[in-house]
């Protein structure tokens, strides 16, 4: 049993009921991860919250139905198992039936109707194009309303035509606005509407019944329910073909591969046996004795290769067959004892309940997989718990059949494990699963999720080349960005380099200083001047440089020219240059501001002596 979540079986029953798509027979694991990926897309926190979300914002139903309705398919998906189906499956349906009689094909699940129209394509070639638009009819039915629209125009890109075989696109597609569309005249014999396998009823009378990859989607009681409305509505003879993902192991009674590989099953007819006639009274022979009769159906009784056990109405022993008296050691002396006070009745299984349920019911029971342990032998029994009732329907007693079935569980566990090697070449393809389960269900079901995976895989993966593609655009134009701000940063280089050319070419010491009279720039000049090298005094305050200038006369020119109304300021002032010596220095203040005259950036300081030989 899956874990269910209660918040998201009330979503699941919410969609029901106000949308009418009852997903509440899908796989929880899959269809839990599907909505969680729409729910991160919208950001919505937990499911009630998600609810909440649909029920104020109607456009999000087909957001979320897209999304769980992954609707991945494609022309001839797995041509080896198409090119099997048109050698082996159809040639010998279309030679079975008369020239003129009709053929009826059923795709379930069409999604955008390539599968549809790669049958068409199939059929056409057996039969030539009159005779297909003359027999054929194929009903293609999906539960998305969206794709089955786009199913019905019938116009396919580049993309989606990369699987059709060169020879049958020039004769089935024309080509339309940069697209191609299935023949109009052959799209008359396929007709799409919409179907819910869960709920609504089959079509009837189908030859060919075409369902792949969509059981996977669903869990095995749904399936089960699935699988019996497609064997109603196929002929005797008619033909499921399912995809790679799914095996009917369990449904045999039901259907019987043609080719397991491939997913090729046929109907098996059912026999309906009018009641009361499965042991109808036989004439007796005039020349037989009724005492021989009774003697010989006692003998053919204890002889009976099924061990089994009679009892009473009241549930005491009637009689036994030498069988059980071999298997369980029941003797004569148990006969006329109560059922229960027997080791049988409780071991190896208990039967007693059994026993009671057929009488009650009036039907036979079927306890299967009963292990037993007799001496060295392990053996596996079936057994058949079946009411007796008289001519007058009153009841007679109970019987029980001991079928021994260790052989057939010893093939069975061969069969399953011929089918996981099967299995094994698939699991490959997806890539992920490694572990083979003991049980068909469960290994049915880890592909079937695996397929899912993959279908949602591919789906995301359209979505990435799209995306890699937007990705691939930006990042020409952020390379082309690059490029100009390459060539920007080279005329920058160019610049400073003219700029500190400029500066060291000046006869005058020149400093620049930021508004809080930082050092941002140091000519050559100012360092024979002064005797302090640029990297010296770059980021320090000027006014606390060690250099001969008088700092008290410097300091109003500096603030003014640094202020919001700062003005041009020079100042004629005494000095000691490096070597010591007195000279005359004229210190010109400059603001510096931005070149459309807005926000001031700092100060231009311009030193000259009055002799360059003072230095």
């Known amino acids: ?38 729910m991160s897309q919208i950001n919505a926190t937990d499911y009630q919250n998600y609810l909440d979300y649909l029920q104020v914002h109607p456009d999000e139903f087909a957001a979320l139905f897209n999304t769980v309705l992954i609707n991945v398919t494609s022309f001839f998906r797995d041509s080896e198992a198409w090119d099997y189906l048109s050698k082996e499956v159809l040639e010998p349906l279309i030679a079975a039936k008369p020239d003129d009689s009709p053929i009826r094909i059923w795709c379930a699940g069409c999604a955008s109707g390539e599968e549809a129209y790669t049958l068409a394509m199939a059929f056409a070639e057996l039969l030539g194009v009159p005779a297909f638009k003359d027999r054929v009819k194929i009903y293609a039915t999906d539960i998305d309303e969206e794709q089955l629209n786009e199913a019905r125009q019938a116009t396919y890109g580049d993309r989606e035509m990369e699987a059709v075989p060169p020879e049958l696109a020039e004769r089935y597609f024309e080509p339309v606005n940069g697209r ?18 869960v709920q609504d009823a089959p079509i009837s009378r189908i030859d060919l019944l075409a369902c792949r990859n969509t059981l996977m989607y669903f869990n095995a009681e749904t399936q089960a329910k699935i699988l019996g409305r497609f064997h109603f509505a196929l002929r005797d003879d008619g ?24 997913r090729v099953f046929r109907r098996v007819p059912r026999l309906y046996a009018r009641p009361g006639t499965a042991f109808a009274d036989l004439p007796t022979p005039p020349d037989l004795a009724v005492t021989g009769l009774g003697e010989l159906r006692d003998e053919a009784f204890a002889a009976s290769p099924l061990a ?23 003797s004569s002396r148990d006969i006329g004892r109560p059922f229960s006070d027997l080791e049988l009745s409780y071991r190896p299984v208990e039967l007693r309940r059994y026993v009671e349920q057929a009488q009650l019911e009036r039907r036979a029971l079927r306890v299967p997989d009963v292990d ?20 007058d329907g009153s009841l007679l007693g109970v019987t029980l059949a001991f079928h021994d079935v260790t052989a057939s569980r010893r093939l069975k566990d061969e069969l399953e494990h011929a089918n996981q090697q099967l299995e094994t070449a698939y699991e490959e393809l997806q890539s992920t699963n490694e572990e083979l389960e003991t ?32 990705l691939q655009s930006t990042n020409d134009e952020l390379q082309s960005i690059n490029d100009q701000l390459r060539m920007s940063s080279v005329q ?46 770059i980021g320090q305050h000027f006014l606390n440089l060690d250099i001969g200038l008088p700092i008290d006369q410097l300091r109003p020119i500096l603030r003014a020219a640094t202020s919001p109304e700062a003005t041009g300021v020079e100042l004629e002032v005494d000095a000691v240059n490096r070597r010591g010596r007195s000279i005359s220095v004229r210190v010109a203040c400059t603001p510096l501001r931005r070149r459309d005259g807005g926000r001031l950036e700092g100060a231009i300081i311009v030193m000259e002596t009055g002799s360059t030989e003072a230095v």
Request: proline letters at 3%; zero cysteines.
């Open 1 to 38: 049993m899956q874990p269910t979540d209660p918040h998201l079986e009330a979503l699941l029953v919410y969609l029901k009921e106000s949308r009418g798509f009852d997903f509440t027979g899908y796989k929880r694991s899959s269809l839990a991860r599907r909505i969680n990926r729409r």
């Open 180 to 197: 191609f569309a299935f023949r109009k005249d052959l799209r008359r014999s396929v007709i799409f509407g919409r179907n819910d396998l």
């Open 239 to 262: 033909v499921l073909f399912l995809g790679k993902a799914e095996m009917l192991l369990s449904h045999t009674g039901l259907f019987t591969p043609i080719d397991l590989k491939r």
């Open 308 to 330: 089994q056990l009679t009892l009473t109405p009241d549930g005491h022993v009637a009689v036994f067959n030498r069988q059980l008296e071999k298997m369980f050691g029941v």
């Open 372 to 391: 037993f342990q007799r001496g060295a032998d392990q053996l596996t029994l079936e057994v058949q718990v079946s009411p007796l009732a008289g001519a």
């Open 439 to 470: 049980t068909n269900e469960e290994l049915q079901s880890t592909v079937e999720e695996l397929e899912t995976t993959n279908e949602e895989l591919q789906s995301t993966n359209e979505e990435l080349e799209t995306m890699n593609e937007e």
């Open 492 to 537: 920058l280089d160019e610049a400073n380099v003219f700029l500190e050319t400029v500066l060291t070419s000046m006869e005058a010491g020149v400093a620049v200083v930021d508004p809080d009279l930082r050092v941002r720039m140091w000519n050559r000049r100012a360092e024979d001047l002064w005797g302090l090298r640029s990297a010296e005094v």
